[in-house]
């Protein structure tokens, strides 16, 4: 209506018929976003002059910049995948100590990862598809490497939440004789006295995609 860049006469009844609610609720929406310092509000006898303040506008701005990434991103921010917590062989760990991968997880993840790995088991063909398509998305790149006795190949690494609590990544991967339903999630800390995780338990995991 023109309140970002004026100040506008508007009624709580006109407010309300225009965004399809109750006049009460309009009212209550007007003196909450006049709590929070969004807006300003001046009451007369023909209705309310309202304009945005600086915070407000900033708000605004804020808001249109999170909805532009997410419309115009040639990919999803995020997938969740659900699985099945499962023992492996130990394989991650014997990975995971190798300095070649150790200082390129702390420098390009930000954190030492504990020495193992938690296997999750994918439970659906809907989680196995989304696995897929996620290995299309920009990944955070750890370098091959070679030693004296081997070469050790790169791995994709994926910014991930655990259950909602824990932070970690997902690794993509080791070399493993294990299929595509299955995940390799590495943390700081370990995972299942973290979260309290047992073998056959289910996990959410939230895999954020990169920019």
């Known amino acids: 209506m023109g309140a970002y860049h004026r100040t506008v006469k508007v009624s709580t009844q006109f407010l309300a018929e225009k965004t399809g609610i109750s006049q009460q609720t309009a009212s209550r929406h007007l003196i909450e976003l006049e709590n929070l310092?969004?807006?300003r509000?001046?009451?007369t006898a023909e209705g309310c002059l309202i304009n945005l303040t600086d915070v407000g506008k900033a708000q605004l701005k804020r808001l249109y910049s999170k909805l532009k990434v997410v419309v115009e991103a040639a990919h999803p921010l995020s997938v969740t995948l659900e699985?099945?917590?499962?023992?492996?062989?130990?394989?991650?760990?014997?990975?995971?100590?190798?300095?070649g991968y150790q200082?390129?997880?702390?420098?390009k993840l930000g954190f030492d990862p504990y020495?193992?790995?938690?296997?999750?088991?994918?439970?659906?063909?809907?989680?196995?598809?989304?696995?897929?398509?996620?290995?299309?998305?920009?990944?955070?790149?750890?370098?091959?490497?070679?030693?004296e006795s081997r070469t050790f190949g790169p791995v994709k690494c994926y910014p991930a939440l655990i259950n909602n609590k824990a932070k970690g990544a997902l690794a993509f991967a080791f070399r493993t004789h294990h299929d595509s339903s299955v995940l390799e999630i590495i943390a700081p800390q370990y995972l299942r006295?973290?979260?309290?995780?047992?073998?056959?338990?289910?996990?959410?995991?939230?895999i954020l995609t990169m920019p």
């Open 103 to 107: 200082k390129q997880f702390i420098e």
């Open 83 to 99: 699985g099945t917590v499962f023992s492996g062989l130990g394989e991650g760990a014997y990975y995971i100590k190798q300095d």
């Open 37 to 39: 310092g969004w807006i």
């Open 193 to 206: 006295n973290q979260l309290k995780i047992k073998d056959g338990q289910k996990v959410k995991i939230e």
């Open 41 to 43: 509000r001046t009451i």
């Open 115 to 147: 020495p193992g790995t938690l296997n999750i088991k994918l439970n659906s063909d809907y989680d196995i598809k989304t696995r897929h398509e996620l290995e299309n998305y920009p990944a955070i790149e750890i370098e091959g490497f070679k030693n």
